[in-house]
């Protein structure tokens, strides 16, 4: 960088000229092209970096124009080329130098022309991956004619060279390795709920399990879908969801208990994850926390700090089975501010972390619980107008501390993209899913009114019947 720093100084005081001083020691080809593009003046577009060492020496100015030449014969000796596009230099591969890189390989496997020599290129795995193994395969057969196996990463090709019925097992195994990975899109939902709008929310509409906990809310659910007088046409959705009503009810569950404010939805997070590869997401802030404080002799004071993220780390790693089930690996870990201090104090921090394993559905959702809280929350009651009467207003109050229990808890569906799909495709069904949530919420609080209309109306009347016979027998007719 210092070479850059210095070559761009030096260039820029000659720019007044056709001429420039150019000596160049140690410096990048990355480096010269950006100094090439503010030479000439042109744009030059290169996808990829390259740290191969440029050094040029020379004894006289040269014309600017050859600094372009430098850099083509410093890009031809490291396999790549500059052509110009509408106006713009591009830096490519050059096919020759892939071609005689090729050949290269192949000459350094084997001398002996009696061998068969194959050439697989791969569109889905790394060769790396392959060659340990194509070479336990190999070494088990303890010939010492046996197939001979080399790969390029850059290509990632794999080469194989030995007897023709070994290198064409060989190949039809490699074949059957370099398939197209699954991919799945997992969403998590990382809500918060309160046990007391939860449990009162259950009361309220008469729904039982009105807990908070991973398993009261499958039970709220449950008991949301009971009856199964709610008929939702579920065909019109594409992905193979084996059991799609529990999935809707659910969604169903968490729309209500948001509606009523009883579940703060804090993140939603998603991943796209390729087949038994781990993916990660962090949803949070980073914070400072003060480590140390020094003084210096002159009495300078200097604070040190050092960053810490605060939030939810969440990790998965999916793995599929022919039956379209998925195996999770899960790891969640949740930072949080235990309590604010002072500005010039550090904060308490706390950490939880559950890790976990789980088969699942495709579409089928996991429950992850357990990170509860606990806080002791004050309330003021008081009667309008005397409540704030000075001196006699305390008597007009009605002060409360309540233990309210905050759960987080986070809420992960795995979807298996089908082979002949993409991500679109499945955003677009799950919005589908989300309408016929909100129908099914609908239609399923409509049926708990009415059961409830019909209850109070059996309630009433029994009331009376009661009523009536203790008149009659009081006043013996």
Not at 93 to 99: L, M, P, Y
Not at 104 to 126: A, D, G, W
């Amino acid at each position: 960088m210092k070479h850059l720093l210095f070559f761009l100084f030096f260039v820029t005081l000659s720019f007044c000229n056709d001429y420039i001083d150019v000596n160049i020691k140690g410096l990048t080809i990355n480096e010269l092209i950006i100094i090439t593009s503010k030479v000439i003046g042109k744009n030059i577009l290169t996808t990829q970096k390259i740290d191969a060492l440029v050094n040029f020496v020379s004894n006289k100015p040269i014309k600017k124009s050859e600094l372009l030449n430098i850099l083509k014969i410093s890009l031809q000796s490291n396999g790549y080329e500059l052509i110009e596009e509408n106006d713009i230099l591009k830096v490519v591969k050059n096919e020759n130098t892939r071609v005689k890189k090729i050949d290269r390989i192949q000459n350094r496997i084997t001398k002996n022309s009696n061998r068969v020599k194959e050439l697989i290129f791969l569109s889905n795995v790394e060769a790396k991956n392959l060659q340990t193994v194509l070479e336990n395969i190999v070494l088990k057969k303890e010939d010492k004619e046996a197939c001979k196996i080399a790969i390029d990463e850059e290509l990632n090709v794999v080469i194989l060279s030995g007897k023709e019925d070994e290198v064409k097992e060989l190949k039809e195994l490699v074949k059957k390795m370099d398939r197209q990975r699954e991919q799945i899109y997992v969403k998590a939902k990382i809500v918060e709920l309160d046990d007391n709008m939860v449990e009162e929310i259950g009361l309220q509409y008469g729904i039982l399990g009105g807990k908070s906990y991973s398993g009261g809310i499958y039970t709220f659910s449950n008991s949301l879908n009971s009856g199964n007088a709610i008929a939702i046409n579920t065909q019109a959705i594409g992905l193979e969801i084996p059991n799609v009503s529990s999935t809707i009810a659910l969604g169903a569950t968490l729309n209500l208990l948001n509606r009523t404010y009883a579940l703060d939805i804090i993140s939603e997070p998603s991943l796209l994850c390729i087949n038994n590869k781990e993916s990660q997401i962090y949803v949070g802030e980073t914070i400072s926390l003060q480590t140390g404080t020094t003084v210096t002799d002159g009495g300078n004071q200097t604070i040190t700090y050092e960053r810490e993220d605060i939030g939810l780390t969440l990790k998965v790693k999916p793995r599929v089975f022919k039956e379209k089930k998925v195996v999770l690996k899960i790891d969640t870990l949740v930072e949080s501010i235990k309590n604010r201090v002072s500005i010039n104090a550090n904060p308490d921090t706390t950490k939880k972390q559950i890790i976990t394993e789980a088969i699942l559905n495709n579409g089928e959702s996991v429950i992850i619980g357990g990170l509860t809280e606990k806080r002791n929350e004050k309330s003021v009651e008081k009667v309008p107008l005397l409540g704030e009467v000075p001196l006699i207003g305390e008597l007009f109050k009605n002060r409360a501390t309540t233990l309210n229990s905050k759960n987080l808890i986070i809420i992960i569906t795995p979807y298996i993209i089908p082979s002949n799909k993409d991500l679109t495709y499945v955003r677009e069904e799950l919005a589908k899913l989300k309408s016929l949530e909100d129908k099914f919420l609908e239609e399923s609080l409509k049926r708990l009114k009415d059961k409830q209309k019909k209850e109070n109306r059996v309630e009433d009347s029994s009331t009376k019947q009661k009523y009536s016979k203790e008149v009659k027998e009081y006043f013996g007719i």
